[in-house]
């Protein structure tokens, strides 16, 4: 339901019938709502794939494009999301319909005029991705202390991850923590910078991609000789297990000692037969 706000003749907040009235940028706004039932054209079916394209992309991330676009918006009617979805709708989608897609390293998430990063790229350092980009000698010193906003976006699993206020600029390089699960997947980057005070904010920049990184496969040739080497060494130590003990050359050694010392006590034994003579009388 909605509410008027100073009289009848103000404006008014919420959904009547088909109308809803909402405050942007510290104006009322009236707009129609409800579905269309005539058939599409051909152009409003380009259109609506194109917008459909881009809100995929945009929407995920809104959270970095309210921050990219708000200075763009300022003292205008225009809403940040719209100016976003606007730009990269006409200048971000490529194909003809219906096999229109995103050019990635043409979609703008953030506009201003702050110097832009210069050469950035991206790559995997452990469980983490690295932007770095090139600090200019000749950097001037207001710039040296703008902070890095930078987003990872991984087209296949529609998913992100982002810093609005990173690293200065004059650092070089920001890194960014990733899940686990996503290490080898296809991902985009892009980056921007921001001053301090958040008034002054530059164009963002593609910042490159990594392809999905397939697992590695072990060729038949070497599983077979891996196999064949496990053989060898099971069999090894299947027969080093069973081989019978061999009595080392000591042991006749011993069994003829035994038989000497045997032979050496029955001579200290008296002879049976052995009489001795009594002593004369």
Known sequence: MGSLQNGLFGGFNGRVGNLVGYMLNGKN???????STKRLSPARKINCDRMTIVNKFLSPISAFIKVGFRLKVVDTDRNFYNEAVSYNKKYAVTGVYPDAELDYPKAMLSMGILLKAEKPSIQHVGAEIEFSWEVPTDLPWKNQKDRAMVLLYWPDQNQHTHILSGSHRKDGKQRVQIDANLTNERVVAYISFVNDDATEISDSVYAGSIARQEPKSIPETEIADFNAKDDATIKKQLVTKHIPVVKSKAMP???????LNAKLKSLLQPHPKLQIPDKPN
């Open 29 to 35: 706004v009236v707009r129609t709502i409800g579905h």
């Open 253 to 259: 050694k011993k069994i003829a000692n035994n038989r």
